[in-house]
């Protein structure tokens, strides 16, 4: 069974655009057999990475010196095959997600390589993430304004020499619903989100054909 951990970083939590297109795509996970947890960074006190000295690289390989509720995160996501990042885009990310992702360094292990003319890591043997999936909403019109969340969570992947498996996308966000209801089109980019999580889990990959229902107006 394919196991995931889904951390939406919107402030807004179950009332926002996000959280209406990740529940779709969880959705179509759970439809193939997937087990999924979903968690809210804004529930979750996650101070900061205040550690400059990279505690967890070098004095606690693997331990955080921070005690917050990311000691609760920690196992959640070693035990993971799949971590979804969910997030509205801001500038680029909003504070909450953004301390979630700084606080993923205890899981990398410090033994870097070169790559590509890239300096890399890899996760710990202990962490089982074989996937990272973005799941992204924007107020603005044009798929692009997504770009700098996109490679944010890629260059994540890439460092933790783990697979970025994709993103769903979704801009203009707020034209899913109307009077409080989702519009049809809005079902149709739902429907799309969902077919694009079950395709992840049974398939492995997110067909390109699938995701770009993301952009229907």
């Known amino acids: 069974m394919v ?49 400059g000295v990279m505690y967890c690289w070098d004095d606690g390989p693997g331990e955080c010196c921070i005690q917050d509720d990311m000691q609760l995160l920690y196992p959640k996501l070693k035990a993971a095959d799949v971590l979804i990042l969910a997030t509205p885009v801001y500038v680029p990310l909003p504070g909450d997600m953004q301390n979630v992702v700084n606080r993923l360094m205890p899981l990398i292990e410090p033994k870097l390589e070169r790559r590509q ?17 973005l799941v992204a909403t924007s107020g603005w019109r044009e798929v692009e304004n997504c770009d700098t969340v996109v490679r944010i969570v890629k260059e994540l992947a890439e460092d933790a020499s783990t697979e970025f498996a994709g993103a769903v996308l979704r801009p203009h966000a707020d034209a899913m619903r109307a009077d409080g209801k989702v519009t049809r089109d809005g079902q149709a980019v739902l429907d799309a989100v969902r077919r694009a ?21």
Do not use: H, W
């Open 117 to 133: 003319g890239r300096t890399r890591a890899r996760f710990r043997e202990d962490v089982g993430i074989q996937k990272i999936v």
């Open 197 to 217: 999580g079950n395709e992840l889990v049974k398939e492995g990959r997110m067909n390109q054909e699938t995701l770009r229902g993301r952009a229907m107006k």
């Open 3 to 51: 196991r995931a951990v889904a951390i939406n970083g919107s402030p807004q939590m179950e009332k926002g655009n996000t959280a209406l297109v990740l529940a779709s795509f969880i959705q179509g996970m759970m439809d193939a057999g997937a087990e999924v947890e979903l968690l809210y960074a804004s529930r979750l006190t996650v101070k900061p990475c205040s550690c």
